[in-house]
């Protein structure tokens, strides 16, 4: 007879032990509460070379990867601008009231490129919260940094439509502009 005497793929439980002429005798397993569902990751396999730890010391050896080449890190750019480079090799998107270039991180982004470039030409700062708030990105793109977006929801209409529109911590911009 085929017996499992593996505690974590037998299907008997403590409930059965109980029912059992050995009630009373403690097996010390009983059933972990699981959550019905576990929710969906959207990670992707990403090529050798191209993780986390990767992209820290990518970041480490080249400073400057915004392709600001020498000028100095801008303080108005036009959303305008920015809508014209959606392209994987020239993004551009605005993140928590600052224009970074996202090109060099895309074959690191954990979500993939694809995802990534929802945001390509955008504010994607909705988008971004919408997938990991917890993530730090004003420390992952430093290097990408081109500057600060003209556009202020506080102070000045938008020429451009926006995703959604949503609050900006004036502090954002109002800390990167004093750096510039
Ligand atoms: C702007 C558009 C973006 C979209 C739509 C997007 C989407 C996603 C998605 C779907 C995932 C997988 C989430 C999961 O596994 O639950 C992900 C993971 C991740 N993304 Fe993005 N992302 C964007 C931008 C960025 C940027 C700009 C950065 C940082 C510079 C970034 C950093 C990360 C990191 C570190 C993870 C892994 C998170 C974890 O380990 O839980 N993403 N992203």
Redesign the pocket.
């Known amino acids: 007879m085929e017996t499992n005497s593996n505690p974590l793929t037998s299907k008997s439980t403590v409930r059965d032990a109980a029912d059992s002429k050995d009630a009373g005798t403690f097996t010390g397993f009983s059933k972990p509460a699981m959550p019905k569902s576990i929710?969906k990751?959207?990670?992707v396999p990403l090529e050798k070379g191209y993780s986390?730890v990767d992209w820290m010391r990518t970041k480490k050896e080249h400073r400057k990867m915004a392709g600001l080449d020498s000028q100095p890190l801008r303080k108005e750019i036009p959303l305008s601008e920015v809508a014209q480079h959606k392209t994987a090799e020239d993004a551009w998107?605005v993140?928590n009231g600052k224009v970074?270039n996202?090109t060099p991180?895309l074959p690191f982004?954990?979500?993939?490129k694809a995802?990534?470039m929802?945001?390509a030409g955008i504010d994607?700062s909705e988008?971004?919260r919408?997938?990991?708030a917890?993530?730090n990105?004003d420390m992952?793109?430093e290097n990408c940094l081109l500057g600060t977006p003209s556009c202020n929801f506080h102070t000045a209409p938008c020429e451009m439509q926006h995703e959604n529109d949503f609050f900006r911590p004036q502090a954002a911009q109002t800390s990167v502009r004093s750096q510039l």
């Open positions: 929710p990751r959207g990670k986390q998107t993140l970074y996202m991180y982004h954990p979500g993939g995802q990534m929802r945001g994607s988008l971004f919408k997938y990991h917890w993530v990105a992952l793109l």
